[in-house]
Each structure stands twice: as structure tokens, then as C-alpha cells.
């Protein structure tokens, strides 16, 4: 009986270890320089704007920082942050966004995304409830998306697309 007991213990000591060991490499994972192109929805039934963008995430063990900067038609550049801490695969903190306000993020990884509910400082397309995905696609490419509700058809509406690869993958 004992060495059944003694073995749980053992089993369960090792969890958290080995939840840990895959978080740390997962965000490793997403820390470097990108660089890609995407659309940005002005507002849900408003125009698309396609942009170029560049991205620099600095990832440890359990936190990852991420700092871009948007371009637009020649005419107008916005910067947005993501700083995350992860307890598990459970993830949250702070999103920055071209308002300059911050909002709240609190989400879990699924996989090679993070899926984080954003509660935006203001009310944005009628609400302050959005979702930001952040998904690693291979090795050299990383995708950003919000999605939002349309309050008036009920329908999920992708208000920023963004889809980003290393600069050495872009040479290849």
C-alpha cells in the first residue's frame, strides 16, 4: 500500500513539472523577429485596411512580451503590445492596442494557439468582449487574429488578421 501511495505522489509531483517543460518551450517558440502582412477592420460593417506589419516577442519560461507596429496605405502606423504570464496553460495579462489603452487578457493554450479573451479598457463594436488568438503555424510562422461579435447578427466577424514569418523564412 505504501509504495502504491508513494508512487502517486511521485506521479503527480512530475505534472506540473512536465506542464511546465512544454509551456517554456512553447513560448520560446514564438520569441524572435516577423515581419508580414494582414487586414485590420476599422469597425464590424466598416472598411478593411490591409497592412504590413513587423513584430519583436521576447519569450522566457513562463512570460512572453510581444511589441509591433502596423502600416497602412502609406498613411497612418499603429503600435499594439501583448505582455502574457503563463500559470500552467493557463495564460493572462496585458494587451496594448492603437487606443493606447490597456485591456485584459485571460485565456489557455489549446495546442499551438493561445486563446485569449480580451476585455477591451472601452466598449469596442458595442461591447468590450473580444477574443486574440495567437497561433504558431510550423516553425517560422505565426498568425494574430481578434475576433469580435456582431452584436446585431450574433456572428463571429474577424476584426485583425495577421499573418507574420521570420525574416529568414522570407528569404527562402
Not at 476599422?42 to 485596411?49: H, L, P, R, V, W
Not at 504570464?85 to 489557455?108: C, E, M, T
Not at 468582449?129 to 510550423?138: C, D, F, H, N, W
Request: hydrophobic share 40%; with cysteine.
Amino acid at each position: 500500500m505504501r509504495v502504491v501511495l508513494i508512487a502517486t505522489l511521485l506521479s503527480l509531483y512530475g505534472l506540473p513539472a512536465g506542464a511546465l517543460a512544454q509551456e517554456s518551450a512553447f513560448l520560446r517558440s514564438l520569441g524572435g523577429d516577423w515581419n508580414g502582412t494582414g487586414m485590420v477592420l476599422t469597425k464590424i460593417g466598416g472598411m478593411n485596411f490591409n497592412v504590413s506589419c513587423t513584430l519583436r516577442s521576447d519569450a522566457s519560461q513562463s512570460a512572453l512580451s510581444m511589441n509591433g507596429k502596423c502600416r497602412g496605405l502609406a498613411v497612418f502606423t499603429r503600435t499594439f503590445s501583448a505582455d502574457v504570464k503563463a500559470s500552467g496553460q493557463h495564460y493572462s495579462g496585458n494587451y496594448i492596442g492603437p487606443s493606447g489603452q490597456s485591456s485584459k487578457l485571460v485565456g489557455r493554450r489549446q495546442g499551438d494557439r493561445l486563446n485569449l479573451n480580451i476585455t477591451w479598457a472601452r466598449v469596442v463594436n458595442g461591447d468590450r468582449k473580444a477574443t486574440l488568438l495567437i497561433e504558431k503555424i510550423g516553425q517560422d510562422r505565426l498568425r494574430l487574429q481578434t475576433v469580435d461579435n456582431d452584436l446585431l447578427s450574433g456572428r463571429s466577424v474577424v476584426t485583425s488578421r495577421i499573418d507574420l514569418q521570420r525574416p529568414a523564412a522570407a528569404r527562402n
